[in-house]
């Protein structure tokens, strides 16, 4: 396989803007909880895509965002981590946002990368203000030689974006069998999905002070039965996720399984429940072991 090419793709960007989607897109299957929250990605994921003469393996990771928090901090260094690992270095900017300090101190990382900039949702703006931006990034970024515009969502630009990040990788051997699609374990997907739901259905600081733990997986003869839990910091938001008279986690549960039940290919029976860890944010095996199980 002379002219065969294989590598890793680090994913990087400010919190929401299309990373998950993304990787989603370009493997045809749901790898990372995707929310309008920002930080619904807390650990690296990775996504392989197989063709005839390339095999990619992308890093997704949590959006770097300046924070004092622990969990936030142990994110950030895993972004980090990602760009220091990867053979490509992906940027993803939000084309509908404003430039900030953020973005300032993120291209100062990775300026001795070769990075290749996708400018994300196109479909929300007007192809003038796209034209515009790519001349002014081009003129303060003059080490980036890639400014490509895409839809994640609407999987617009994004062949043009897998041909230039091809073209970047280096020639090598398969890292990974065809069929693996990611080294992530079945059950930090099936967390993955329930999380997502709680990010959908919950709102100001709640879903970024829980966590989700699948337990068991038991299959059965028709069906699968899956025992998980939602880490709660405190009573308060025990309650706020039961709901009244338990609504809200019968929907979470609800929404979960049907994504479960597509994922798996079989029926699902979820038995999900709360805990409340007052401590699970503050000492740091415990954040570690949460955001990685």
């Not at 790898?31 to 996504?47: C, E, F, H």
């Not at 895509?49 to 622990?70: E, V």
């Not at 630009?157 to 374990?185: A, S, W």
Request: charged share 30%.
């Amino acid at each position: 396989m002379e002219n065969f090419k294989a590598g890793t793709v680090s994913i990087i960007g400010k919190p929401n803007t299309g990373k998950s989607t993304l990787i989603n897109t370009i493997t045809g299957r749901k790898i990372s909880a995707v929310s309008d929250k920002p930080n619904t990605t807390r650990n690296k994921i990775l996504g392989v895509l197989n063709s005839k003469d390339s095999q990619m393996l992308f890093l997704d990771t949590p959006g770097l965002q300046k924070s004092n928090k622990f969990l936030n901090r142990i994110m950030v260094q895993s972004s980090m981590q990602a760009i220091s690992e990867a053979d490509v270095i992906l940027v993803m900017i939000d084309g509908t946002k404003k430039f900030s300090e953020d973005d300032l101190n993120l291209f100062d990382k990775i300026k001795d990368k070769n990075p290749i900039v996708a400018i994300n949702k196109i479909d929300l703006i007007k192809k003038s203000r796209i034209l515009g931006l790519i001349e002014n990034l081009s003129s303060k970024y003059d080490f980036v030689e890639n400014f490509i515009p895409i839809s994640a969502l609407n999987n617009e630009g994004t062949n043009l974006l897998l041909d230039k990040l091809k073209e970047n990788l280096p020639f090598d051997e398969k890292i990974l069998p065809d069929d693996t699609l990611t080294d992530q374990p079945e059950k930090f997907y099936l967390s993955e999905i329930i999380r997502e739901k709680i990010f959908t259905n919950l709102y100001q600081e709640v879903p970024y002070r829980i966590a989700v733990v699948v337990e068991e997986v038991i299959e059965k003869k028709k069906i699968v039965v899956i025992q998980a839990y939602i880490v709660a910091e405190s009573s308060h938001h025990k309650q706020i996720i039961i709901g009244k008279k338990g609504q809200m986690i019968k929907k979470v549960g609800e929404e979960s399984r049907v994504d479960i039940q597509e994922f798996l290919n079989c029926k699902v029976f979820l038995d999900l429940r709360v805990k409340v860890d007052s401590q699970w944010l503050k000492i740091k095996d415990k954040a570690f072991n949460y955001s990685n199980i």
